[in-house]
């Protein structure tokens, strides 16, 4: 008692026991609740992982399909919020959007949310994971100046962020399967992460009894930055900035000079010191979609690609162990299909949304502490008033 120890960005810090998460770093490992990853992204859907992550198990055939109703019918977004969506300028960040969105629905719901009954905890639930891909869809749209488009009670839940963001009001929807199975994938590859800088913040928020919107607005908040969720768009606005396979060398020069900021963005992870187990599965979407729609010349890829193999085979991010992650290829894919850069994180929000929340729904369901970090006092000491 009265010793703490001092450990910046919480490197060795772990502050709360979990059941929901595995990663092993050095291995390139990550379990939900005990499954792999690529296993899940391969026989599974992000709903049925959304209800692993909360309720610790598969769901039957039956309860599978009561989960999905309930998300399907809880997706549509409150009018308020709808507004203060319009009362936005056209090229406000859709992640500025979002958090102001989500923040919104503690507006719309405190008065119905308990956070100690088991029952709103999971009407919450249902709330939050079927309301993020209307929301992100009516920020692109808001963007676009384009009028929104209501869920669709007849598709699956990528198809309908598909049709929402890319659909035409009053027109039947025509989503293509590739690309609703691709964004599916990223909405699973993203949904948890453990104890990440937006979960920790979320966990951190929460712990002081907050409305739970209001501590998932504070891990959208916490996602936006490029050394989190953000670098998926910071990997295309990379891309970009090379401009050609010609200037990766100069690129990669920069990136390993220690008197320059730059760094490849992304490339490395705090926890992951070897690839990413994600990223594989990212790559292969990424491959898949690409393929689809005939973009496999694309010259952004090109560049991507070319970045990738000199990544893997040079001394400095061998060495480091900087394997590209899971942003690298999500932002390939992203981008494919048409999403905005500028709005790739709110992708990455959506998926997480349910991680956050299963986080968040841990801590309040059994006893819990405020989180009270401290701090090494580097100031003056005692120090008198001038007369
Ligand atoms: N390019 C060049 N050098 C790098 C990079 C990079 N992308 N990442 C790390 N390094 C170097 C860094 O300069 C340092 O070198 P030295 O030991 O000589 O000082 C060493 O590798 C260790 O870096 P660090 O910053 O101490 O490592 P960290 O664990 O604090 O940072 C990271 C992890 C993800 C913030 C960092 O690798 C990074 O900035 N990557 C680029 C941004 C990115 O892709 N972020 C997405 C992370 S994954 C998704 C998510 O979590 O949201």
Same mark, same amino acid.
Request: glycine share 8%; net charge negative; charged share 20%.
């Given at each position: 008692k009265g010793f703490f120890t001092y450990d910046p960005g919480f490197m060795s810090t772990a502050p709360c026991e979990s059941k929901i998460t595995f990663i092993d770093g050095a291995k390139g490992v990550l379990l939900h609740r005990g499954y792999p990853i690529d296993q899940l992204a391969e026989h599974s859907d992000y709903l049925e992982t959304c209800y692993l992550l909360l309720n610790g198990e598969l769901p039957s055939k039956e309860q599978k399909a009561t989960f999905a109703d309930e998300v399907k019918k809880h997706s549509k977004v409150d009018d308020s919020v709808a507004q203060i969506i319009k009362g936005f300028s056209r090229n406000a960040h859709p992640m500025a959007i979002m958090g102001s969105a989500v923040n919104a629905l503690a507006a719309v719901y405190h008065e119905e949310t308990d956070i100690t009954s088991e029952e709103s905890r999971r009407v919450t639930a249902?709330? $939050?994971?079927?309301?993020?891909? =209307?929301?992100?869809?009516?920020?692109?749209? #808001?963007?676009?100046?384009? *009028?929104?488009?209501?869920?669709?009670?007849? $598709?699956?839940?990528?198809? @309908?962020?598909? !049709?929402? =963001?890319?659909?035409?009001?009053?027109?039947? +929807?025509?989503? !293509?399967?590739?690309?609703?199975?691709?964004?599916?994938?990223?909405?699973?590859?993203?949904?948890?992460? /453990?104890?990440?800088?937006?979960?920790?913040?979320?966990?951190?928020?929460?712990?002081?009894?907050?409305? %739970?919107?209001?501590?998932?607005?504070?891990?959208?908040?916490?996602?936006?930055? %490029?050394? #989190?969720?953000?670098? !998926? *768009?910071?990997?295309? @606005?990379?891309?970009? /900035?090379?401009?050609?396979?010609?200037?990766?060398?100069?690129?990669?020069?920069?990136?390993?000079?220690?008197?320059? +900021?730059?760094?490849?963005?992304?490339?490395?992870?705090?926890?992951?010191? !070897?690839?990413? %187990?994600?990223?594989?599965?990212?790559?292969?979407?990424?491959? *898949?979609? $690409?393929? *689809?729609?005939?973009?496999?010349?694309? +010259?952004? $890829?090109?560049i991507a690609k070319r970045l990738e193999k000199i990544a893997l085979e040079d001394e400095y991010f061998i060495q480091k162990k900087l394997y590209p992650n899971v942003d690298f290829y999500s932002g390939i894919i992203m981008k494919a299909i048409g999403i905005p850069t500028e709005a790739f994180t709110v992708i990455f929000a959506t998926g997480r949304a349910v991680g956050w929340y299963a986080h968040w729904q841990e801590m309040v369901s059994a006893p819990y502490k405020i989180g009270r970090p401290r701090q090494l006092y580097t100031g003056y000491s005692k120090r008198d008033y001038p007369a």
């Open positions: 249902y709330r $939050l994971i079927g309301q993020m891909p =209307t929301l992100a869809a009516m920020a692109h749209k #808001h963007r676009q100046g384009e *009028e929104f488009i209501a869920p669709d009670a007849d $598709l699956a839940y990528a198809e @309908n962020y598909l !049709n929402m =963001t890319f659909g035409t009001a009053g027109q039947s +929807p025509k989503v !293509n399967q590739v690309l609703a199975k691709a964004m599916d994938r990223i909405f699973l590859l993203h949904a948890d992460h /453990e104890q990440n800088a937006s979960t920790s913040t979320v966990r951190l928020s929460g712990s002081s009894g907050t409305n %739970p919107f209001a501590a998932i607005a504070a891990g959208i908040a916490t996602l936006w930055g %490029p050394a #989190h969720g953000g670098a !998926n *768009e910071a990997v295309l @606005n990379m891309l970009e /900035e090379i401009g050609s396979v010609d200037n990766i060398d100069t690129y990669v020069a920069k990136a390993k000079d220690k008197n320059d +900021p730059f760094r490849l963005m992304g490339f490395g992870h705090r926890v992951y010191k !070897n690839f990413d %187990p994600r990223a594989k599965v990212m790559k292969q979407a990424a491959d *898949e979609v $690409l393929s *689809e729609l005939g973009l496999e010349n694309d +010259p952004l $890829l090109a």
